[in-house]
């Protein structure tokens, strides 16, 4: 998982701004909604959050444009 972190951290996200995004999913994920990239069921979902972050399946608006920490939202 330090690949994927280090990867995301060059696009140029903070690690606060990437903590708080995958906090995010992470929860929403634990209260059952379904991940929006193929994964295993033996898969750790802290991962699945990051790959998804990864692969572009979500859009970080940061603070100063939505007026707050973060919103997720899925690209389409």
Known sequence: MERNLNELLQKGESKY???????????????????????DAEEDIVNVALREIEAGKLKIVPRRKVGRVVDLAKQH
């Open 17 to 39: 701004l990437l903590v708080t995004v995958a906090a995010k999913r992470l929860k929403k994920l634990l209260n059952g909604e379904k991940p929006l990239v193929n994964y």
